[in-house]
């Protein structure tokens, strides 16, 4: 048996500007990248710690060295599965691991995973919150994507994300937009914003109430469709989401990587919700993995690169909002 060599190590990647959501505002982005090689053969993953799933760069390094020796001694996807839990630290191996067994194989990593050869994708662009004077000139430059992703998130005044709404509406009258509350409403404030957005185009809301409240979505009349976020994390998911959600949003840092994240998917479809694959804001080595469970999904959102001032030496191609597969180099 071939030993496996772990490498992990802290990176930072400059924002293009200052990306804020409901919970902050940041500059840069911190993600743990993992290198496994035998000699002959060397796989990556990246994953970003969240610390709103109680994360930090610091303790998903500690997991993920806490396993150098079990990965030494031939540690499998299958066997990782049940040896970590899903998240972060999980998702950088996991990938890591899909990685190099495409190298050893000499194919493509959807060939491993039994899929069709993927195709171009066009993604969401994400507007973060600001004012609705300054997000209005963002969606004026933007009005060529065809899918525009709105944060919003503002407990105090619903008015204030219903301005900003229209203002991206006439800064790209002709983009599908969905909207991004970040846990930042209240069942009250969704009764008053749904018919608002609906009014003006928008397609669906992302996490619109806090995970531990969210039973007030349960059998109500859901007028603006609902995706799970912050609810949503691996298949032991699901059974809560039942007549509470319309659609899950797939991130492969929630569920510990690409092993999961596909089996997630067939189950959400088989359960009937609508697929999002999402991603934190990652390079596009957190893509490429992703960009294998988004085919065909209603929703595409792994634009995490085109917020960044830098990316991986090898990126993705992305022609304005369309994505090109990820090359070999980069990943897969």
Same mark, same amino acid.
Request: net charge negative; hydrophobic share 40%; proline share 6%.
């Given at each position: 048996m071939t030993e496996v060599l772990l490498h992990v190590v802290d990176e930072r990647f400059p924002i293009a500007g200052t990306f804020t959501i409901s919970r902050g505002s940041r500059t840069e982005i911190r993600v743990v990248t993992v290198t496994l090689s035998d000699g002959d053969a060397t796989g990556r993953g990246e994953c970003v710690p969240y610390a709103r799933y109680g994360e930090t760069v610091e303790g998903v390094i500690a997991a993920i060295e806490a396993v150098r020796q079990d990965l030494r001694n031939g540690?499998?996807?299958?066997?990782?599965?049940?040896?970590?839990?899903?998240?972060a630290a999980r998702n950088a191996i996991d990938c890591a691991l899909w990685d190099i067994e495409a190298k050893r194989a000499g194919v493509p990593a959807w060939t491993l995973a039994g899929l069709p050869r993927p195709v171009q994708l066009d993604t969401a662009y994400t507007l973060s919150i600001a004012t609705p004077?300054?997000?209005?000139?963002?969606?004026?430059?933007?009005?060529?994507?065809?899918?525009?992703k709105i944060k919003l998130g503002s407990p105090d005044?619903?008015?204030?994300? *219903? %301005?900003? &709404? !229209?203002?991206v509406r006439a800064g790209a009258p002709h983009s599908t937009l969905i909207v991004d509350a970040n846990e930042g409403w209240t069942?009250?404030?969704?009764?008053?914003?749904?018919?608002?957005?609906?009014?003006?185009? *928008? %397609?669906? &809301? !992302?996490?619109p109430l806090p995970a531990k409240d969210d039973d007030a979505l349960r059998g109500i009349a859901r007028l603006l469709p609902v995706c799970a976020d912050?609810?949503?994390?691996?298949?032991?998911?699901?059974?809560?989401?039942a007549g509470?959600?319309?659609?899950?949003?797939?991130?492969?840092?929630?569920?510990?990587?690409l092993t999961e994240a596909l089996q997630l998917r067939q189950d959400a479809e088989r359960a009937g919700f609508d697929i999002m694959v999402g991603c934190m804001l990652g390079t596009s080595l957190a893509m490429a993995p992703a960009f294998l469970v988004a085919q065909n999904a209603r929703y595409v959102d792994l634009d995490g690169p085109l917020l960044l001032a830098r990316d991986r030496e090898t990126p993705i191609h992305y022609e304005g909002s369309l994505m090109e597969p990820p090359p070999a180099s980069l990943w897969g």
């Amino acid at each position: 048996m071939t030993e496996v060599l772990l490498h992990v190590v802290d990176e930072r990647f400059p924002i293009a500007g200052t990306f804020t959501i409901s919970r902050g505002s940041r500059t840069e982005i911190r993600v743990v990248t993992v290198t496994l090689s035998d000699g002959d053969a060397t796989g990556r993953g990246e994953c970003v710690p969240y610390a709103r799933y109680g994360e930090t760069v610091e303790g998903v390094i500690a997991a993920i060295e806490a396993v150098r020796q079990d990965l030494r001694n031939g540690l499998d996807r299958q066997a990782l599965q049940s040896a970590m839990p899903a998240g972060a630290a999980r998702n950088a191996i996991d990938c890591a691991l899909w990685d190099i067994e495409a190298k050893r194989a000499g194919v493509p990593a959807w060939t491993l995973a039994g899929l069709p050869r993927p195709v171009q994708l066009d993604t969401a662009y994400t507007l973060s919150i600001a004012t609705p004077e300054a997000m209005r000139k963002v969606a004026e430059k933007n009005d060529h994507r065809p899918l525009l992703k709105i944060k919003l998130g503002s407990p105090d005044n619903a008015a204030q994300d *219903v %301005a900003r &709404v !229209e203002a991206v509406r006439a800064g790209a009258p002709h983009s599908t937009l969905i909207v991004d509350a970040n846990e930042g409403w209240t069942i009250a404030q969704y009764h008053e914003l749904a018919p608002e957005f609906v009014r003006l185009g *928008v %397609a669906m &809301v !992302e996490q619109p109430l806090p995970a531990k409240d969210d039973d007030a979505l349960r059998g109500i009349a859901r007028l603006l469709p609902v995706c799970a976020d912050e609810s949503c994390h691996d298949r032991s998911s699901l059974a809560h989401l039942a007549g509470k959600y319309d659609a899950v949003n797939i991130k492969l840092d929630k569920t510990g990587g690409l092993t999961e994240a596909l089996q997630l998917r067939q189950d959400a479809e088989r359960a009937g919700f609508d697929i999002m694959v999402g991603c934190m804001l990652g390079t596009s080595l957190a893509m490429a993995p992703a960009f294998l469970v988004a085919q065909n999904a209603r929703y595409v959102d792994l634009d995490g690169p085109l917020l960044l001032a830098r990316d991986r030496e090898t990126p993705i191609h992305y022609e304005g909002s369309l994505m090109e597969p990820p090359p070999a180099s980069l990943w897969g």
